[in-house]
């Protein structure tokens, strides 16, 4: 099994701050990541997949890159309804999906 | 365009089976797509359980395997989740969630149901 990991696991930062987000795989999973958004009493929200390719109604302040092991998700100016749990998650090892443990982006 | 809604009884004795269901609309359970259950453990994180193709072709996690059974209804344009033998460590919320075609990230998901194992 992959396993994922995030780090940190909570980041504080401040409104119109950028956030940077890391995941890392245990092997290579090539560009077969995304990363999810999820607020307290909501299911997950898909933001990027393909590593970098923002899902549909995804704004452009979210992007993902990396390939292989290690990936990063940058929010580039907070805003307030970006304060939440972001997961990763890779797909390459199919089947048999796995997440990382999440990041919560809190208010600074 | 496609929305998913789980069902099914919320509270579950220990050593019993729950039992939910996903309710697809706005699209076919037969397109081109693998249909998937993921759990969530009060305060944890996102756990994979396994998914269905329409034709019936099933994927397991393998930590769970022994224990679960998805199944599809083309004619109620559905799927199911049967768990059985469930303890305490097994309450969570249960989500349904979609996979395009020949991806395996999920794109669409219901809004979750919460199933608590307890006498």
């Known amino acids: 099994e992959i396993v994922m990991t995030q780090s940190p696991a909570t980041l504080s930062v401040s409104p119109g701050e950028r956030a940077t987000l890391s995941c890392r795989a245990s092997q290579s999973v090539s560009s077969n990541l995304a990363w999810y958004q999820q607020k307290p009493g909501q299911a997950p929200r898909l933001l990027i997949y393909?590593?970098?390719t923002r899902a549909t109604g995804i704004p452009a302040r979210f992007s993902g890159s990396g390939s292989g092991t290690e990936f990063t998700l940058t929010i580039s100016s907070l805003q307030s309804e970006d304060f939440a749990v972001y997961y990763c998650q890779q797909y390459n090892n199919w089947p048999g999906v796995t997440f990382g443990p999440g990041t919560k982006v809190d208010i600074k | 365009q496609v929305q998913l809604q789980e069902s099914g009884p919320g509270l579950v004795k220990p050593s019993g089976t729950l039992s939910l269901t996903c309710a697809v609309s706005g699209g076919s359970i037969s397109s081109s797509n693998w249909w998937s259950w993921i759990r969530q453990p009060p305060g944890k994180g996102l756990e994979w359980i396994g998914e269905?193709?329409?034709?019936?072709?099933?994927n397991y996690n393998p930590s769970l395997k022994s224990r679960v059974t998805i199944s599809v209804d083309k004619s109620k344009n559905q799927f199911s989740l049967k768990l059985s033998s469930v303890t305490a460590a097994d309450t969570a919320v249960y989500y349904c969630?979609?996979?395009?075609?020949?991806?395996?990230?999920?794109?669409?998901w219901g809004k979750g149901t919460t199933v608590t194992v307890s006498s």
């Open positions: 969630a979609r996979s395009p075609a020949a991806t395996y990230y999920m794109d669409v």
């Open positions: 393909g590593a970098s």
């Open positions: 269905i193709y329409h034709s019936g072709s099933t």
